[in-house]
């Protein structure tokens, strides 16, 4: 009874080791089937997040580029409200300067025709 046991239980370590042998190779299959076909995917997935990251560095570019514009259109902005600023003290400053030049000349003006006329001739006199 032992020894039909001991086939019994050998046949049956036998089948399971077939079992899981043949297992073993299905699965083998399965994912080598799966390597090939995500071969295929990689590639396509590659290209997909390639196409991906070339959009981004456009869209990157693109934002890049309208915060430049838009900070030197500020500085535009900016730089015509500092031109009229210049323009007005600079008018000021005209204003300012023609209006003591003009009391100046003025003064200078009172002073002369305060002062007896000369008489011409006055050093021919003299000697």
């Known amino acids: 009874m032992r020894l039909e046991t001991a086939v019994i239980t050998m046949n049956v370590t036998l089948e399971m080791l077939a079992a899981v042998v043949g ?3 299905l699965i083998a299959t399965v994912v080598g089937v799966f390597i090939s076909r995500f071969g295929k ?8 997040e390639k196409a991906i990251y ?17 900070r030197f259109d500020e500085r535009l902005v900016r730089s015509e409200e500092t031109f009229e600023e210049r323009i007005t003290r600079t008018e000021e400053r005209v204003l300012a300067e023609t209006r003591s030049l003009r009391s100046d000349l003025s003064s200078l003006l009172a002073a002369v025709s305060r002062q007896p006329p000369r008489r011409r001739g006055l050093a021919s006199e003299d000697t």
């Open 23 to 25: 297992l073993l190779s």
């Open 54 to 70: 070339d959009h981004k560095v456009a869209a990157a570019t693109t934002y890049v580029t309208m915060e430049a514009l838009a």
């Open 41 to 48: 995917i990689d590639e396509k997935v590659s290209s997909l």
